[in-house]
């Protein structure tokens, strides 16, 4: 495995990164995440583990691809969005994968339920640990111990992790994440505008964060800024 190699041809938001998280009540989770790279082995395997647990749309997937963008081209990299591989032959996709520096499975509570991945993620977990070198993350919606899985001693394995729940980000906190994110994309997003935004669009964090893609575009189109109306006009709201 290459450095940076991806087991799948998967191309990662370039806009999810460390910089573009709004920590809120996080900070703790943050600073675990941002050191993980530089931690040097052999490591413990609490220091391996990590699961990162909390509903969809709070950010678990943006902090997983920070990690990686974060590890630099020396590390060698598997990432598996599980939720599309859950039909996939376990064995194979897994296979060498505990040779990689950073090994991310999104999604992982999607798997647990099967019984070739109960399995071999069960088998995975066993190999990174005993070499004392791999970095495992793992995300799901519940807590390590609440999660639903087929394999008593895979959840017992579950349960070595450092965990973390993803706390979301208050209203106010939610308007700053999108200035930032529109920052980051040389827009100019007024506090009126990701104010209506958050109100008429719901408060999930990937809903916001899709709409302000659209409204990229939208502006580099018809070279316009971005005000209530126009928000209004290409949103259809």
Not at 41 to 52: A, H, K, V, Y
Not at 171 to 189: C, H, P, S, V, Y
Request: aromatic share 6%; glycine share 4%; with cysteine.
């Amino acid at each position: 495995m290459s450095p940076q190699q991806l087991p799948l041809a998967v191309q990662l938001p370039d806009d999810e990164i460390f910089s573009t998280f709004l920590a809120g009540d996080n900070l703790t989770l943050l600073s675990w995440l941002e050191s993980l790279p530089t931690t040097e082995p052999p490591l413990r395997r609490s220091q391996q583990l990590t699961w990162l647990s909390g509903a969809s749309g709070v950010g678990k997937s943006h902090l997983m691809h920070s990690v990686i963008a974060s590890a630099g081209s020396q590390y060698r990299i598997a990432y598996l969005p599980l939720r599309e591989l859950a039909k996939a032959d376990a064995s194979a996709v897994l296979q060498g994968i505990d040779q990689a520096d950073l090994i991310c499975l999104d999604d992982i509570d999607t798997v647990t339920l099967e019984q070739n991945w109960s399995f071999e993620l069960f088998s995975l977990i066993n190999r990174v640990t005993d070499n004392e070198s791999t970095r495992l993350v793992m995300t799901a919606k519940q807590s390590a111990a609440q999660t639903k899985v087929l394999l008593p001693d895979l959840q017992s394995r579950f349960q070595w992790a450092t965990g973390f729940q993803v706390q979301p980000l208050n209203d106010e906190e939610k308007i700053n994440a999108l200035i930032l994110r529109a920052q980051w994309r040389g827009l100019e997003l007024p506090n009126d505008v990701a104010a209506f935004m958050t109100q008429r669009l719901g408060r999930s964090m990937r809903d916001l964060m899709k709409a302000l893609n659209e409204l990229d575009k939208a502006s580099i189109t018809y070279q316009r800024r971005l005000t209530i109306p126009f928000v209004k006009q290409v949103l259809e709201i």
